[in-house]
T-cell receptor, first 113, second 116 residues
Framework: SQTIHQWPATLVQPVGSPLSLECTVE??????LYWYRQAAGRGLQLLFY??????ISSEVPQNLSASRPQDRQFILSSKKLLLSDSGFYLC????????????FGQGTRLTVV | AQSVSQHNHHVILSEAASLELGCNYS??????LFWYVQYPGQHLQLLLK??????LVKGIKGFEAEFIKSKFSFNLRKPSVQWSDTAEYFC??????????????FGKGTKLSVIP
């Protein structure tokens, strides 16, 4: 069966420090991968999605970037965190194509202080 | 760009009341539609999905949703809610804008509070 791992679960980082959140999927090949940010009252905001290695699409201009160095690995990064980067970040995967639901990781609560 | 609108931010109901949560999307092509639920302290779970066929789809826990293509809507319903339905509900659309790849877009969510 397929599983998705996302870590860390919580993270407290100072302003200006770098960020690296990692997400890996097991049990499937060539998945679509997504990074979302969830904020109260604002739902899930799609940040990045990827349909293959090295292929990243950005939905919202921001202080973050994403990379997909391997087929089942998706990384969310920042060179210098801002206070406004605080939030709940979710990684998700789906089978390549449209007729499939997405499966979510447990999320990372990021607090920038 | 495709978008998903959930018009109710917070709905408060008494147990046994009927529920209908609205969802409208803006994409005109072929769409795949979903409702997800997030119970307090838990991660997102799929409630139901629509790809094609019968526009009335049934999901888990007595929920159902109706796809009305002419109205670009996919409203979620339940005849009689329970306290355990207290959660946040998200509508989502997976569609392929133009020649690009499929994108999964969520609405802002509707928080449901059921009063015992």
């Amino acid at each position: 069966s397929q599983t998705i791992h996302q870590w860390p679960a919580t993270l407290v980082q100072p302003v200006g420090s770098p960020l690296s959140l990692e997400c890996t999927v097991e049990g499937t090949s060539n998945p679509n991968l997504y990074w979302y940010r969830q904020a109260a009252g604002r739902g899930l905001q799609l940040l990045f999605y990827s349909v293959g290695i090295g292929q990243i699409s950005s939905e919202v201009p921001q202080n973050l970037s994403a990379s997909r160095p391997q087929d089942r690995q998706f990384i969310l990064s920042s060179k210098k965190l801002l206070l406004s980067d605080s939030g709940f970040y979710l990684c998700a995967w789906s089978v390549f194509g449209g007729r499939t639901e997405a499966f979510f990781g447990q999320g990372t609560r990021l607090t920038v202080v | 760009a495709q978008s998903v609108s959930q018009h109710n931010h917070h709905v408060i109901l008494s147990e046994a009341a009927s529920l209908e949560l609205g969802c409208n999307y803006s994409y005109g092509g072929t769409v795949n539609l979903f409702w997800y639920v997030q119970y307090p302290g838990q991660h997102l779970q799929l409630l139901l999905k629509y790809f094609s066929g019968d526009p009335l789809v049934k999901g888990i826990k007595g929920f159902e949703a109706e796809f009305i293509k002419s109205k670009f809507s996919f409203n979620l319903r339940k005849p009689s809610v329970q306290w355990s339905d207290t959660a946040e509900y998200f509508c989502a659309v997976n569609a392929k804008p133009g020649a690009g790849s499929y994108q999964l877009t969520f609405g802002k969510g509707t928080k449901l509070s059921v009063i015992p």
